[in-house]
C-alpha cells in the first residue's frame, strides 16, 4: 500500500501535536508500552495525558510545552497508510517547519478558532504555497473555547478563504474539530450539529496521492560515474518518463547525443526498462565524457535549458543576504554558482511586497529572485516534473533558500 | 512501482549521494536486521562491491550468533570488515555487571566509534537507524552533521529540503547519514522476505521466545513469539501492541534517556 504524507501547520499552541496525539490514540496507532511510557512523563511533569508529548519527546519540548523540531510518524486508516509529519509553529523554528513540510504532498492548517489567524498561521499558508502544496485542509481546532459557534466558525471560515484566494489556492474543506477531545478528528462530532461536512480522516482520505511522471518524456538525472569491472556506469534516477535500453538520449547542457547501450541493476541483469522513480545506471555506446548533473533526456522533446530562473524563495537562513553575494542553486544532481540580477523583497506573513529593488534579503522574508547561472541549468515546470522544478539555493555551504519553478523559462 | 520499491530506490538515491559527497565513508553494521539490510542496499547501489569498509562496533557483549552471522557474511560478501573496540575501557573492566547500561553505551559502543572515527578519519558514517524505532529518531535528518565532540545539536539541525542534502560538514567533524529513516520495522521485514536477505537465527523464535531488536547480551530480552519464520513475523507484527525496542533497556532507564544518549553519540 503506498502512502500518504502530510504535514500539519499552523500558529504556535494552535494545537498541531495534540491533534496527532489525537489521531494515533483514535486510530490505535499507539503500542500499549508506549501510551504507558507517555502517561508516566506526563504524571513526572504533574500533568494529564498530554497528546502532544506523542511527537514531542524532547525533554525541552516537554518542559517548555512547545514543539522544537519536526518528526514523522506513521498511522493508517482503511483506506491507506499515512505519515504525519508535525512542524513546529515558533518562527524562531522555521527551517525545521519547512524541513517537514518538504516532505509532504498535502497539508493541514491548523486555527485556534478563539485566537484566529495569525502571523504563522499566514506564513505557513505562503511556505506550502512556494513548495508547491496544493491538496490543503484548514482546522478551526478549540471550537469549545468559542461555544462550538456557527457564527465564529462562518466568520473564521470566510477569512481563511480571503487569505489563501492571495495565494491563488483553495483549501479542500474547512472543518470544525476539538483536537484534546477527538471532535470531528477520526470521529464526527455531537456537539456540533449544524457542521455536516467531513471529518479531517475523511478529508485525508480524499486526497490523492501523485503518481510518477512515468507518461512524459525521459529525463534521467546522473549522479556519479562508477567503474565496475570493464564497465563505466553512469548511475542516477529517471525523473521522468520510461528510460529503455536501445532508446537514443541527449545529454543535456552538454548536448552530446548517444545510444543507452544497457541498463544496470544488482541482481536484475538484462532489465531492459525503467521508469520514473528507479535508481538505476547505464552504460552508453559512445565514449562519451560525462560527469553528475548531466541530464539524459528523450532527443525529440527537450527540457527547458534555462539561461536565467526567476522565482519566489522563502529564506530560511539566519543570515541576510546581501544582493552582491554569490549564491548556489542546486537542482536535482544540478549545480552552478549564480549572480542575482534582480531581487523583490516580500513579507511572507502579510504577502506585501516590501522593497521592489531590494539589495538586501532578512530571514523569513520571502524573495522574487531573477538569478543567472553561471552555466544553463536543465529546468521544468514543477507541476510538470517535480524532481526538476524544485531548487535549494545555498550560502557559503548552507542551505538558506528555496523555491519551485513555475513559469515557462526562457528555451535555450 | 510498489511501497518497497519506492523505499529502496529512495534508499539506493540517498547512498549514492553520500558517497558521492564523501569518500571517506564506512557503514557501520550492527549485524542486526537494519543494518544488514542498509549492507544489502548499498551492495545493490555499489553492483556487489562496496568501495568502502564495513565496520563493527565491538563490545564483546554481543550474542555468540552474532559473531558467527557477522564472519559467515562478510567473508561470503567480500566485506572489508574493520571490528573496533574500546579497548581502554574494557581494561579498565567496563562491563554490565559492575556498570549501568548508559554507562557501557557511552564507553563501548559510541566512545569506540569515536576513537575509530578520529583514527580513519572518517568523513561520514551510514547507520540503519529509523523513524519509527523511537521518538527522538524521529526528528533525526537523512544527512545529520556531528561535532568534534560527537555531539548532536538536536535544537538546531540544518534545513533539509525535499532529497537535496546538506553536503558541508565545515563545523562539524563527520555526518551521520541515514538511508534508512523512511522505513518502519514492518517495511524491512517485508523487504528481507522479498529479497531473501540472510538474517540471524536469533530473530525467530526458540522455545516460545525470539528477539525482535539485538544489542548486547545483559541487556536485551527476547519477547514471546511462536514465530519461527519471516513470514510468522510480518504476521506478528501487524497485531502487535508492544513497541519494538520494549526489550532495550538503555532506552528506558529514565525518561530521556535515549535524548541523552543521542546528544553524546549515540546511534
Known amino acids: ?412 | 512501482m510498489d511501497h518497497l520499491d519506492i523505499l529502496e530506490n529512495k534508499s539506493i538515491h540517498i547512498i549514492r549521494e553520500a558517497y558521492k559527497q564523501f569518500h571517506q565513508l564506512g557503514l557501520l553494521w550492527s549485524i542486526g536486521k537494519d543494518s544488514t539490510t542498509l549492507l544489502w542496499l548499498c551492495r545493490k547501489a555499489f553492483f556487489g562491491n562496496l568501495p568502502f569498509p564495513v565496520i563493527h562496533i565491538d563490545t564483546t557483549f554481543k550474542f555468540p550468533e552474532m559473531y558467527t552471522f557477522r564472519d559467515h557474511w562478510a567473508k561470503e560478501w567480500k566485506l572489508n570488515l574493520i571490528i573496533s573496540k574500546n579497548q581502554e575501557a574494557l581494561d579498565r573492566g567496563i562491563g554490565y555487571a559492575t556498570h549501568d547500561a548508559i554507562t557501557c553505551c557511552d564507553e563501548l559502543k559510541t566512545k569506540a566509534l569515536k576513537q575509530l572515527i578520529a583514527q580513519k578519519k572518517f568523513k561520514a558514517i551510514l547507520v540503519g537507524i529509523r523513524r519509527d524505532e523511537h521518538g527522538i529518531r524521529a526528528k533525526e535528518r537523512v544527512f545529520s552533521p556531528r561535532s568534534e565532540n560527537f555531539t548532536w545539536n538536536y535544537k538546531n539541525q540544518p534545513t533539509e529540503l525535499w532529497d537535496q542534502y546538506n553536503s558541508s560538514a565545515e563545523s562539524s567533524d563527520h555526518m551521520r547519514i541515514h538511508p534508512l529513516l523512511h522505513w518502519t520495522e514492518l517495511d524491512i521485514w517485508e523487504y528481507i522476505k522479498r529479497e531473501n536477505i540472510p538474517i540471524n537465527e536469533l530473530y525467530f523464535a526458540k522455545n516460545g521466545k525470539r528477539y525482535r531488536s539485538l544489542g548486547c547480551m545483559p541487556i536485551t530480552k527476547p519477547i514471546d513469539s511462536t514465530a519461527t519464520t519471516v513470514d510468522a513475523i510480518i504476521a506478528e507484527l501487524k497485531t502487535t501492541k508492544t513497541a519494538e525496542r520494549a526489550g532495550r533497556s538503555q532506552d528506558k532507564e529514565t525518561a530521556y534517556a535515549m535524548q541523552k544518549l543521542r546528544s553524546l553519540g549515540y546511534m
Open chain 1, 1 to 412: 500500500m503506498n502512502t500518504l504524507n502530510f504535514v500539519i501547520v499552523g500558529h504556535v499552541d494552535h494545537g498541531k501535536s495534540t491533534l496527532i496525539g489525537r489521531l494515533l490514540y483514535d486510530t490505535n496507532a499507539l503500542p500499549t508500552d508506549r501510551v504507558e511510557e507517555l502517561k508516566a512523563a506526563c504524571n513526572a511533569l504533574g500533568r494529564e495525558l498530554e497528546f502532544s508529548f506523542i511527537t514531542d519527546h524532547l525533554q525541552e519540548e516537554r518542559e517548555q510545552n512547545v514543539t522544537i523540531d519536526t518528526t514523522q510518524i506513521k498511522f493508517k486508516t482503511q483506506n491507506r497508510d499515512y505519515t504525519i509529519i508535525d512542524a513546529p509553529g515558533h518562527k524562531e523554528f522555521l527551517k525545521n517547519m519547512m524541513t517537514g513540510a518538504s516532505q509532504a504532498e498535502a497539508a493541514a492548517l491548523i486555527v485556534d478558532a478563539k485566537e484566529g489567524v495569525q502571523e504563522q498561521t499566514r506564513r505557513h499558508a505562503s511556505i506550502i504555497a512556494l513548495l508547491g502544496i496544493k491538496q490543503v485542509v484548514v482546522l478551526l481546532n478549540k471550537m469549545d473555547l468559542v461555544e462550538f459557534s456557527k457564527e465564529r466558525f462562518d466568520q473564521l471560515k470566510a477569512q481563511t478563504e480571503t487569505f489563501f484566494k492571495t495565494l491563488d489556492m483553495t483549501p479542500a474543506h474547512i472543518i470544525p474539530i476539538v483536537a484534546k477531545d477527538g471532535d470531528n478528528c477520526a470521529n464526527p462530532s455531537t456537539r456540533m450539529q449544524w457542521y455536516s461536512g467531513l471529518t479531517f480522516l475523511e478529508a485525508l482520505d480524499q486526497f490523492t496521492i501523485k503518481e510518477k511522471p512515468t507518461n512524459k518524456p525521459l529525463r534521467y538525472s546522473v549522479q556519479d560515474v562508477y567503474k565496475v569491472g570493464e564497465k563505466r556506469i553512469l548511475v542516477g534516477r529517471v525523473e521522468a518518463g520510461v528510460l529503455k535500453s536501445g532508446q537514443k538520449i541527449t545529454f543535456l547542457p552538454s548536448n552530446k547525443q548517444t545510444v543507452v547501450k544497457t541498463i544496470e541493476v544488482f541482481g536484475n541483469e538484462g532489465k531492459k526498462e525503467a521508469e520514473a522513480g528507479e535508481c538505476i545506471g547505464i552504460t552508453i555506446s559512445d565514449p562519451l565524457f560525462i560527469e553528475r548533473g548531466e541530464i539524459a533526456c528523450a532527443v525529440e522533446q527537450p527540457p527547458i535549458i534555462a539561461q536565467k530562473i526567476e522565482s519566489n524563495v522563502f529564506w530560511f537562513s539566519s543570515k541576510n543576504f546581501e544582493k552582491k553575494d554569490k549564491i548556489t542553486i542546486k537542482l536535482a544532481t544540478q549545480e552552478a554558482s549564480c549572480r542575482v540580477e534582480q531581487l523583490e523583497r516580500i513579507d511572507s506573513s502579510t504577502f506585501e511586497v516590501i522593497e521592489h529593488d531590494a539589495t538586501q534579503l532578512c530571514p523569513t522574508e520571502i524573495g522574487r529572485f531573477v538569478l543567472i547561472p553561471e552555466k544553463p541549468i536543465v529546468i521544468e515546470d514543477f507541476n510538470e516534473v517535480e524532481e526538476l522544478g524544485r531548487f535549494v539555493l545555498e550560502l557559503n555551504g548552507e542551505a538558506a533558500g528555496g523555491g519551485i519553478v513555475v513559469s515557462k523559462q526562457d528555451k535555450a
